[in-house]
């Protein structure tokens, strides 16, 4: 038998049995101690409502009185955006959303409301 044919079955057989071997990932590791976004809860808050960031790339985002930052997402014309600076009331469903920078190190987790109905406060 030719020495590159031995070569090729030996790297065809590898490849199979690597591809039948479920690698571990921190994706499932996350997963078994609860770290998952997926869930909603629903939340009911008040806070002042802020823009964060520097333009284009600003955020809508409620801080509550701990300094809890919510983001919030809302279209430009949006009638909430009038409100920006005020108290308001928001209900809705919260999200957790985990960064994880490039170098593999975690930030705190990102707090969104989803599907959320607003009032503003009297002050």
Same mark, same amino acid.
Request: charged letters at 25%; aromatic letters at 8%.
């Given at each position: 038998?030719?020495?590159?044919?031995?070569?090729?079955?030996?790297?065809?057989?590898?490849?199979?049995?690597?591809?039948?071997?479920?690698?571990?990932? %921190?994706?499932?590791?996350?997963q078994?101690t @609860?770290?998952?976004?997926?869930?909603? /809860? $629903?939340? *009911?808050?008040? @806070?002042?409502?802020?823009?964060v @960031?520097?333009?284009?790339?600003?955020?809508?985002?409620?801080?509550?009185?701990?300094?809890?930052?919510?983001?919030?997402?809302?279209?430009?014309?949006?009638?909430?955006? $009038?409100?920006i600076?005020?108290?308001?009331k928001?209900?809705?469903?919260?999200?957790? *959303?985990?960064?994880?920078?490039?170098?593999?190190?975690?930030?705190?987790?990102?707090?969104?409301?989803? /599907?959320? %109905?607003?009032?503003?406060?009297?002050?």
């Open positions: 038998m030719k020495p590159w044919i031995v070569v090729l079955v030996t790297v065809l057989i590898l490849r199979m049995v690597s591809f039948s071997y479920s690698m571990p990932s %921190r994706e499932a590791s996350n078994e @609860g770290e998952s976004s997926s869930t909603l /809860q $629903s939340i *009911k808050i008040e @806070g002042i409502l802020r823009l @960031g520097n333009e284009p790339f600003t955020r809508l985002c409620l801080m509550d009185t701990q300094n809890r930052i919510y983001y919030l997402e809302a279209e430009p014309r949006d009638r909430i955006r $009038s409100y600076g005020t108290r308001v928001v209900e809705g469903l919260l999200m957790r *959303k985990q960064i994880r920078l490039a170098d593999n190190r975690e930030l705190p987790d990102e707090l969104y409301i989803l /599907q959320y %109905r607003w009032e503003p406060l009297s002050k």
